[in-house]
Structures are given as structure tokens and as C-alpha cells.
């Protein structure tokens, strides 16, 4: 009588699958902050494929959303902050912004200090989220970034799927994103 032995491959433990959805999080957001930088590199912010269109934040796109951040805000001192500093050197903060959105987004799609790029993440957008609290947006329009980029902040996401993994084997397990 043969015997046969059948191979089943074990199943993948719930920790791990949470951690494989937070990864793909990460990775998706970081791909979301690097196609924005290429709309503002470029300057372009509509793009159509035959029928397809969409449209991502180049730099008047950005300006245009501060501006009306600013002058809607119900927080005075934050709004003068942006009023008096941002706008008018608009020049060079919109290559800072760039270069931060940048930053961010390799981080997350690379899974490098993935922590820290969800923060800086929080950081850029959290200031014209709260700008814009008084104002009638939908409900969703800016928890939908914020959400995902606070979970993860907290969450080391970068060690599925990502460089902090070697990282973190390098430093001892003392890296701390």
C-alpha cells in the first residue's frame, strides 16, 4: 500500500497578516506622498490617459489649498503664521514642501524609519486639517490621510516588507521605527 503525503502549507499566523496589511498600508501611502512630488516637480497637476483622468497636488495646487486654509481659519495665530512666513516665500517653501513629501514617501515605501516618515507625514498635513476645522468639507476628506499615517507612526511597519527589518537586526533591536 503507498502512502502519500500530502504538503499543506501552515497557515500564516493572524500577527503576521496584520502586520503584511499595515506594510501594504505603508507602502500605498508612500506611493500616494511620491506621486504628488512628481505632479509638483514637473508642475503638472491633470493628467489624462485616453479616457482615464485624474489629478494629483502640483505646486499652484498646493498653494491654492494653503491659501484657502489660511484665509478660512478660525486660528488666527496659525493662519498669520502661513500669512506672514509660507505664502509671501512661497518660492522656496514650495521646493521645502517637495523635498518633505518626498522624504516621506520614500520612507514609507522603502520602509526606512517608517515611523518617522509617517510623522512627518502627520506634521504637513495635520496644520490645514485643523486650519480648515470650521470650514463645511466632507467629513472624510482629510481623516482618510491622517488615520492611516497616525496607526502608522505607532505601529513599526517598516520591519514587514521594509528596510527597518535589517535595521533593526543591525542596531540590536534598539531601532526605534
Known amino acids: 500500500m503507498a502512502h502519500t503525503a500530502t504538503l499543506t502549507k ?3 499566523s493572524p ?5 503584511r496589511g499595515f ?3 505603508r507602502i500605498y501611502l508612500g506611493v500616494i506622498f511620491l506621486s504628488n512630488v512628481v505632479a509638483k516637480v514637473i508642475n503638472v497637476g491633470l493628467f489624462e490617459f485616453g479616457p482615464f483622468k485624474f489629478t494629483l497636488i502640483d505646486n499652484p495646487g498646493a498653494l491654492g489649498i ?5 484665509d478660512g481659519t478660525w486660528i488666527a495665530p496659525l493662519g498669520r503664521l502661513y500669512q506672514k512666513y509660507v505664502i509671501p516665500d512661497w518660492e522656496f517653501f514650495q521646493w521645502f514642501l517637495t523635498g518633505a513629501e518626498l522624504a516621506i514617501g520614500l520612507g514609507l515605501l522603502l520602509g526606512i524609519a517608517s515611523r518617522l516618515a509617517a510623522l512627518g507625514g502627520l506634521l504637513l498635513i495635520a496644520p ?3 486650519m480648515l476645522w470650521n470650514e463645511p468639507l466632507y467629513l472624510w476628506l482629510y481623516p482618510a490621510d491622517l488615520v492611516p499615517l497616525l496607526l502608522l507612526a505607532i505601529v513599526p511597519s517598516g520591519r514587514t516588507a ?3 527589518r535589517s535595521l533593526a537586526t543591525r542596531f540590536r533591536g534598539r531601532w526605534p521605527f
Do not use: F, N, R, S
Open 162 to 164: 521594509g528596510l527597518d
Open 128 to 130: 490645514i486639517w485643523i
Open 15 to 19: 500577527l503576521l497578516l496584520l502586520a
Open 66 to 70: 494653503l491659501e484657502g486654509a489660511v
Open 10 to 12: 501552515p497557515p500564516d
Open 23 to 25: 506594510a501594504a498600508l
